[in-house]
């Protein structure tokens, strides 16, 4: 025990020393736990990059395995003694040849392993990797190259190189001009469809033309007397005139398109067939023999001779195809840009949205609104929003968004109102609006107030949002407007009315708002009345305050607000599932076809992506590193959009700077 | 005891009417329910400094901030009686606030500049009024700096932000905000208090040169500043108007016991 000094007075230790100390503690709990997540999700995740040696294996009956260890670990039951033995959890690849691609092996039972230096790994487009030797190339004009032959790698990185190629020009083929030619087809197939669909009695007759049309086409050029008389048929058709000959008409533009596109299709198939035009032969190490397409392996590499250099560069390439690539084989392979890309839009899109919603209504409820009973409820039930579990979200923006005015901009109401009374309320409305207007500029009219003014103010904003409501009562039960997509309504094909980019990010920004309007409360409520007075008393106007003096001194904490909405947005994944998110799709929200913007495309997204990996992909063991590398993206991604905000944030809050308040 | 009566009245000593700027008639003020300005009646003669005196709580600022209706913000309020800025009831439900307050500047005790540079704070009251013509503004910048004594101080520095400025300067720039837009009559709600005695003589002179171009009102604690820059004073007493003359006889021969002991810090 320390002496202490004489006259020391223990009543004179400052109090509350100790709670210092019990705040440290919480705040290095938080920063433990926070990156102990964070390490077990990056640990997890780069193992996906990172190239493992390849062991060969031999047991004790004598099999051998080659194949890399992915974890080493105790086994679940315990032997006799009640031993727990280790066993290896080992990738053995080849799923093509044994069925899957995992086996445990009882360390027990291992005799021995080593490291074969010439083993190749290699990853295939299809079924995952191969671990195998070579044992020759197969060309396609017949001859034959030995692995032992010198050539032998050269010609099979000349192969590869070749395929990857003819993949990425058959590619852009596709995407381009045949995207092109898809969408014209697919158009003159609704047309024909839709023709169809509008003249019942005559469908049969239509869809003879159509079976007739199709046999024609497919007829070669040779079998002219079937051809004739095919044509002798489809004349007659046409002759009926009519919806016949407009038939006829869609059935020549479709051919004028077909014969237009078709080198181009020949060409795009002649890519993708020369990829399979040669094969690999290999041997497995239990001494099987297979045969690969040697285009469809996109890399080897020879995991036991790799340099630390050579690692670091597999590293970065991996981590950049998957990056850059689109999922493959159920997403299981490839990459997932798509789904980044997917979460970027829709977190952009929610924030454009939530903003003005968030705002408005702060602006309203702090700056306008009588600060009594009434105001304190509506701030109170707005707080609440932000704990309405989120799937409740999903379910709202299903019914209001997909189902409400999704389907209304596809196809006008179900149940339109009658012009009669729909007029009738056109009148209501104009004349509300009239009245609100003139109570909202009594102001400027030379005449007595006879309102006070929080009255007027309170009547004005009843009277609009009535309006609005009535507004839009009345738009959507317009009898005039039947959507801008019903033909494609008519096949059963939503456009609108299905979920997509767009409906999610509403929904997110619903759900969203209330922390920007909690936020935005608390970043006006702290502008100093100084300043609000001062700009009064130059004769400002109040809107002239909020917006030139109270809105700029408020922007970042608004910022704030934007930022945690959006790290709550982009994370979210239960409302998502119900409004638009899908396991694959390759088309993104934004390309290079017009109009550019395509907000009623479903997207991919990375939170449902990591859901879909871990639970409901079809080989649950290959996902999982990427379920970490994935989880990895999107707190980047977060992480990302986060610091975008927050530098706007401290640039305003420079240009802002309220220190002498 | 009042001195509110019009025959004992000492505006009535000033002659020509129109002279009288400011006349606040048998006015009284609510705030919800308490009363705290009790049936005044003085008037302000145009282009002369008229200081409120009194101890705190008597309701100076009040007054003060009904002259450019400032108190409209507080809920619940109410008040008797008129108050006439040139010949107009300033509560005509036909005279618009904002236009009112153009006319009636107001400096406040804590200085206040806007989070913004220095030229768009002194040019703010005429970019809400909707004049943005820059050879304008640039002239109303200069006149207004100059005319508060910050012009060779900050004349390189224009488009830095106000908030750079020492506490003297945002002062003064706040009375050049003030007079940019030419009111006619300037407010100041003890716009020295919270500054050191050099800042508060650059001010006081200030305020000598301003009074050629405005009617100026300021309230005050500080008995030799009244004594120094005001041509009349009112000295106020638990919201009622005790003496109001010329600065020279309230100072130096009150009529009220009361005053004189006020003034000479007897008072309590
Ligand atoms: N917003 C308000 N609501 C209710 N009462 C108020 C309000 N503002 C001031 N008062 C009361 O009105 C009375 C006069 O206040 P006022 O600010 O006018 O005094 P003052 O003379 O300016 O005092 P000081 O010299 O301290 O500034 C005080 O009793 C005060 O408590
Ligand atoms: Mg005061």
Same mark, same amino acid.
Do not use: I
């Given at each position: 025990m320390t002496k202490e000094p004489k006259g020391f007075d223990k009543r004179m230790r400052p109090a509350g020393e100790m709670y210092v100390w019990l705040c440290a503690m919480g705040l290095a709990a938080g920063i433990i736990m926070v990156i102990g997540l964070l390490w077990v999700i990056v640990a997890n995740g780069v193992q996906v990059f990172w190239p493992r040696p390849v062991y060969e294996v031999t047991l004790k009956d004598g099999s051998v395995i080659a194949a890399s260890i992915v974890e080493d670990r105790e086994k679940k039951v315990a032997e006799e003694g009640g031993q727990f033995a280790r066993e290896y959890k080992l990738f053995t690849g080849n799923k093509d040849a044994y069925g899957r691609q995992f086996r445990y092996v009882d360390q027990n039972e291992i005799v021995s392993m080593n490291e074969p230096a010439d083993i190749i790994v290699g990853e295939r487009e299809g079924s995952g990797q191969a671990i195998f030797y070579p044992i020759e190339l197969i060309l396609a004009d017949g001859k034959t190259v030995a692995?032992? %032959? &010198?050539?032998f790698d050269a010609t099979f990185q000349r192969l590869i190189d070749e395929a990857a190629d003819a993949r990425a020009k058959a590619r852009h083929i596709d995407r381009g001009p045949i995207g092109g030619y898809s969408a014209k087809l697919k158009k003159i197939y609704l047309e024909k469809r839709l023709l169809q669909k509008r003249n019942p009695d005559e469908d049969k007759d239509l869809q003879a033309m159509d079976a007739l049309f199709i046999q024609i086409t497919k007829l070669s050029s040779d079998e002219t007397e079937q051809k004739s008389e095919l044509m002798a048929q489809y004349q007659a058709l046409n002759d009926r005139g009519g919806i016949f000959a407009e038939m006829a008409v869609l059935n020549e533009r479709e051919r004028l398109l077909n014969e237009e596109f078709a080198p181009l299709l020949v060409q795009s198939q002649a890519l993708k067939d020369s990829i399979n035009k040669n094969t690999l032969r290999y041997r497995l190490i239990d001494g099987t023999e297979r045969e690969y397409a040697a285009g469809k392996i996109l890399l080897t590499y020879q995991p036991n001779q790799l340099t630390a250099i050579d690692k670091v560069l597999f590293f970065i390439g991996h981590f950049w195809m998957f990056l850059s690539e689109d999922p493959r084989e159920a997403n299981t392979e490839g990459g997932i840009f798509p789904a980044i890309f997917g979460t970027f839009v829709m977190t952009l899109l929610m924030s454009i949205a939530v903003m003005p919603f968030g705002v408005l209504a702060a602006i309203y409820l702090r700056e306008y609104a009588s600060q009594g009973l009434f105001t304190q409820a509506v701030r109170v039930a707005v707080n609440n929003l932000a704990g309405v579990p989120s799937i409740v979200y999903g379910v709202f923006g299903l019914g209001f968004f997909v189902y409400g005015m999704g389907s209304w901009i596809d196809g006008g109401a179900d149940d339109p109102m009658a012009v009669a009374s729909w007029s009738l309320w056109l009148v209501v409305l104009a004349v509300l609006i009239v009245a609100t207007v003139l109570l909202a500029q009594e102001d400027y009219w030379k005449h007595r107030r006879w309102l006070k003014d929080n009255i007027r103010r309170q009547t004005v904003s009843t009277l609009s949002v009535i309006a609005l409501i009535l507004l839009g009562f009345l738009i959507y039960e317009s009898p005039f407007f039947h959507g801008f997509f019903s033909d494609r309504l008519l096949l059963n094909e939503p456009t609108f009315g299905t979920g997509g980019v767009l409906w999610a990010s509403l929904t997110l920004a619903l759900m969203t708002v209330p922390v920007v309007v909690v936020a935005t409360e608390e970043a006006l409520a702290a502008v100093p009345r100084g300043v609000r007075e001062a700009s009064l008393a130059c004769g400002a106007s109040k809107w002239q305050t909020i917006q030139r003096i109270v809105m700029p001194a408020s922007a970042s904490g608004v910022l704030t607000g934007l930022i945690l909405a959006m790290a709550r947005g982009a994370g979210e994944v239960a409302p998502l599932m119900l409004v638009g998110v899908i396991k694959y799709v390759p088309e993104l929200p934004l390309d290079t076809t017009a109009p550019f913007f395509h907000f009623e495309r479903k997207f991919m997204h990375l939170g449902f992506h990591i859901y879909d990996l871990g639970f409901? %992909? &079809?080989d649950s063991e290959a996902a999982k590193p990427m379920v970490f590398a994935t989880t990895f993206l999107l707190i980047v991604l977060v992480i990302i959009l986060n610091l975008g905000a927050i530098l706007i944030r401290d640039h305003l809050r420079r240009k802002y700077a309220s220190g002498t308040f | 005891m009042t001195t509110a009566a019009p025959s004992e009245s000492p505006a009535q000593t000033i002659s020509s009417p129109d002279e009288q700027y400011i006349q606040v008639k048998d006015f009284s003020f609510w705030y919800g329910s308490s009363q705290v300005i009790f049936d005044q009646t003085f008037d302000m003669p145009k282009q002369k400094v008229t200081a409120f005196i009194g101890p705190s709580g008597c309701g100076k600022s009040t007054l003060l901030r009904c002259f450019n209706r400032m108190n409209d913000l507080i809920d619940g309020i109410h008040h008797t009686g008129d108050v006439q800025v040139g010949g107009e009831s300033i509560f005509d439900p036909m005279l618009e606030v904002i236009s009112l307050r153009k006319r009636v500047g107001m400096v406040f005790q804590k200085y206040n500049p806007f989070p913004k540079s220095i030229y768009e704070n002194i040019v703010y009251s005429l970019r809400v009024a909707g004049r943005s013509k820059k050879s304008e503004l640039d002239e109303v910048v200069e006149r207004s700096l100059r005319s508060s004594a910050l012009w060779d101080e900050v004349k390189d520095r224009l488009?830095?932000?106000? $908030?750079? $400025?020492s506490g003297g300067q945002m002062q003064r720039l706040c009375i050049a905000r003030a007079i940019a837009n030419q009111p006619e009559i300037l407010l100041m709600d003890e716009p020295c208090s919270a500054l050191d005695p050099v800042a508060t003589g650059k001010i006081e002179e200030l305020i000598h040169s301003l009074k050629r171009q405005f009617t100026i009102v300021i309230v005050t604690h500080n008995m030799q500043q009244a004594a120094r820059v005001s041509d009349r004073t009112a000295f106020f007493y638990l919201g009622k108007l005790i003496e109001y003359d010329e600065t020279q006889k309230i100072f130096m021969n009150p009529e009220k016991s009361q005053t004189e002991d006020y003034v000479s810090g007897r008072f309590g």
């Open positions: 692995a032992d %032959s &010198p050539d409901q %992909s &079809p | 488009q830095d932000s106000a $908030l750079g $400025l």
